[in-house]
């Protein structure tokens, strides 16, 4: 019941502060990582093997919440509301791609389908568990109602 609760408190507190901790906080966060792969290098230090998949895992992670609590708590295009799991990953899919090829003009960087699939991945463990957040949400508020 406890876990129940605090997602119906997150929920009610994100949406209620959706500009300030959702759109505006994406928009930034966006920004970044396209700057950050805008950045020409010429080698990049890696402390562990596979480190620049976890970068990738963990950016796309982080970005692919952001992206689905924008469309779903947006209100002004119900379907994006109501499929933002599907809207969520087409946008994620496409952007790390997009972002891929970007990285092929910059010098130091290459494209790389490895980095395009942690993106992917990355992106759906977030709109899993922005799925969950939101559905639990949701039910909770169904059921307070009732």
Same mark, same amino acid.
């Given at each position: 019941?406890?876990?129940?609760?605090?997602?119906? *408190? /997150?929920?009610?507190?994100?949406?209620?502060?959706?500009?300030f901790?959702?759109?505006?906080?994406?928009?930034?966060?966006?920004?970044?990582?396209?700057?950050?792969?805008?950045?020409?290098?010429?080698?990049?230090?890696?402390?562990?093997?596979?480190?620049?998949?976890?970068?990738?895992?963990?950016?796309?992670? /982080?970005?692919?919440?952001?992206i689905?609590?924008?469309?779903?708590?947006?209100?002004?295009?119900?379907?994006?509301?109501? *499929?933002?799991?599907?809207?969520?990953?087409?946008?994620?899919?496409?952007?790390?791609?997009?972002?891929?090829?970007?990285?092929?003009?910059?010098?130091? *960087?290459i494209?790389?389908?490895?980095d395009?699939?942690?993106?992917?991945?990355?992106?759906?463990?977030?709109?899993v568990?922005?799925?969950?957040?939101?559905?639990?949400?949701?039910?909770?508020?169904?059921?307070?109602?009732?």
């Amino acid at each position: 019941m406890q876990l129940n609760t605090f997602v119906n *408190r /997150l929920y009610d507190f994100l949406n209620n502060r959706k500009v300030f901790l959702i759109y505006i906080p994406l928009a930034i966060y966006w920004s970044l990582i396209f700057i950050a792969t805008s950045i020409p290098i010429d080698e990049i230090p890696h402390v562990f093997k596979f480190q620049d998949k976890v970068e990738h895992f963990t950016a796309y992670f /982080l970005l692919a919440i952001l992206i689905s609590f924008t469309l779903h708590f947006q209100e002004k295009y119900i379907t994006l509301k109501k *499929r933002f799991f599907f809207f969520s990953l087409l946008i994620l899919i496409f952007y790390g791609a997009i972002d891929e090829i970007h990285q092929m003009f910059i010098p130091g *960087r290459i494209a790389d389908i490895y980095d395009w699939l942690a993106d992917v991945i990355g992106g759906s463990f977030g709109i899993v568990l922005s799925y969950f957040v939101i559905m639990l949400g949701q039910k909770n508020k169904l059921q307070n109602i009732s």
